[in-house]
T-cell receptor
Framework: EDQVTQSPEALRLQEGESSSLNCSYT??????LFWYRQDPGKGPEFLFT???AGEEKEKERLKATLTKKESFLHITAPKPEDSATYLC??????????????FGGGTRLMVKP | EPEVTQTPSHQVTQMGQEVILRCVPI?????FYWYRQILGQKVEFLVS????????KSEIFDDQFSVERPDGSNFTLKIRSTKLEDSAMYFC???????????FGQGTRLTVV
């Protein structure tokens, strides 16, 4: 069974204080690892897809990296508008035309000015 | 920017009643999904739909649930006889390819009383 564990559950940062969020996963043959941002009461918003170990993706203050067992979302000099819950999800190969994502519990990030 | 549209944003229903949640996926996408998120819990996969049939479903998606694509633009989730534990945020999503990232809608908050 695919499993995704995110840590920490909650993270409080001062504006400008860089940090990293962790996503550990167990999956039989990773097809893709996805990072989403979720604001309260809203749907997940796509950030990155990573497909193979060693891959990195960047967008503004965010950088996602992938190893064979975990992924990190690095946040450089965060701003209050980066406050949100960050979700990690994995996808395993499917013999059928499915695209099931298994989500972690998320990291709730709060950035104070 | 393309978006997945869900209606209604909030629905309150009596236990035992049927509900239909509606979604308009992104127009050129081929894969459609329903996920749900019980308050404070993980996002959970319900079902994926491709080529006018269910391609994958989770254990949650029992006989009380059904999906339909009644025309070329809408995608619906029906719950035949709602239970209190069906109260959750339901997200519709769509993707252009099987292993591509999914766009999520803003969700329908279902409250069963």
């Amino acid at each position: 069974e695919d499993q995704v564990t995110q840590s920490p559950e909650a993270l409080r940062l001062q504006e400008g204080e860089s940090s990293s969020l962790n996503c550990s996963y167990t999956v039989s043959g990773l097809r893709g690892l996805f990072w989403y941002r979720q604001d309260p009461g809203k749907g997940p918003e796509f950030l990155f897809t990573l497909y193979s170990a060693g891959e990195e993706k960047e967008k503004e203050r965010l950088k996602a990296t992938l190893t064979k067992k975990e992924s990190f979302l690095h946040i450089t000099a965060p701003k209050p508008e980066d406050s949100a819950t960050y979700l990690c999800a994995v996808q395993a190969p499917s013999s059928r035309a499915g695209n099931m994502l298994t989500f972690g519990g998320g990291t709730r990030l709060m950035v104070k000015p | 920017e393309p978006e997945v549209t869900q209606t209604p944003s909030h629905q309150v229903t009596q236990m035992g009643q049927e509900v239909i949640l509606r979604c308009v996926p992104i127009s050129n996408h081929l894969y459609f999904y329903w996920y749900r998120q019980i308050l404070g819990q993980k996002v959970e996969f319900l079902v994926s739909f491709y080529n006018n049939e269910i391609s994958e479903k989770s254990e949650i998606f029992d006989d009380q649930f059904s999906v339909e694509r009644p025309d070329g633009s809408n995608f619906t989730l029906k719950i035949r006889s709602t239970k209190l534990e069906d109260s959750a945020m339901y997200f519709c999503a769509s993707s252009a390819g099987q292993y591509m990232f999914a766009f999520f809608g803003q969700g329908t908050r279902l409250t069963v009383v």
